[in-house]
């Protein structure tokens, strides 16, 4: 027997029947962990524009992931037309969030775990993601920062007001400043210690005649 029949033997070796049982528990485990990470992502993302499609995307991910993996070992013919099929694929849709993009690599992973039949380790996975996820959302990285807006009818004011933000803040940013020949609009973003003796301090400076201090949840830039 040559190198070349032993080779093909055992490349052939590889490829399995996939019975219909076999088929309907794989795609089933992947449905099942699929609608966990559908719950998963929506508990889990607080942002202001929650993004549905991503979210429905993610079972359905899962499944198909999950079929194309039963296709590639049940046949050798069906695996290689699959390669060159999926080689011409372009996904040209911007991700957004960092969270999504692991959302999204996390259904693609069960997708081919419980494709290869391992969907034990498929639920593991998915249990110690989430633990994991969990534990880092929840430490304390950075105090969140607040928006200051400042309206003035001194156009001039803004020295002064900047010297109370970096009196009570010690890391601030300004976000915005419009300047008009009747006054001058500001939005600073900062973390100040004491925020209601901070906004009266910055409503006692002349010419001020509107603050608010208002909290959002972006990223914090500094």
């Known amino acids: 027997m040559s190198f070349g029949d032993i080779f093909r033997n055992s490349f052939m070796e590889g490829y399995v029947q996939v019975d219909l049982k076999s088929a309907v528990i ?24 929650y993004d549905r499609s991503v979210n429905i995307s993610l079972p ?7 079929a194309i993996i039963l296709s ?10 699959m390669v060159g099929a999926l080689s ?13 993009l692991i959302f999204l690599f996390w259904a693609i ?10 969907t034990m380790v498929a639920i593991l996975l998915s249990l110690l993601v989430t633990v ?6 929840r430490y304390p990285i950075a105090r969140a920062s ?11 004011a803004d020295e002064s007001i900047s010297a109370v933000v970096e009196r009570y803040s010690k890391h601030f940013k300004v ?3 419009n300047m008009t020949v009747d006054g001058l609009d500001m939005v600073f973003e900062c973390r100040p210690e004491k925020a209601a003796e901070f906004v009266r301090e910055v409503m006692a400076l002349p010419g001020v005649s509107h603050a608010s201090l208002v909290s959002h949840d972006g990223e914090v830039t500094f």
């Open 26 to 49: 794989c795609l089933g485990s992947a449905a099942l962990i699929g609608i966990y990470l559908f719950l998963a992502y929506r508990v889990m993302t607080r942002s202001t524009i």
């Open 60 to 66: 359905i991910l899962a499944i198909i992931t999950s």
């Open 72 to 81: 590639i070992q049940s046949s050798i013919v069906i695996s290689l037309g």
């Open 88 to 100: 011409i694929v372009r996904f040209r849709t911007a991700i957004k969030s960092a969270i999504d």
């Open 109 to 118: 992973s069960v997708g081919i775990i419980c494709g290869a039949g391992l």
């Open 132 to 137: 994991v996820l969990f534990i880092l959302d």
């Open 146 to 156: 607040m928006l200051l807006v400042v309206n003035a009818t001194d156009p001039n």
């Open 175 to 177: 976000k915005s400043r």
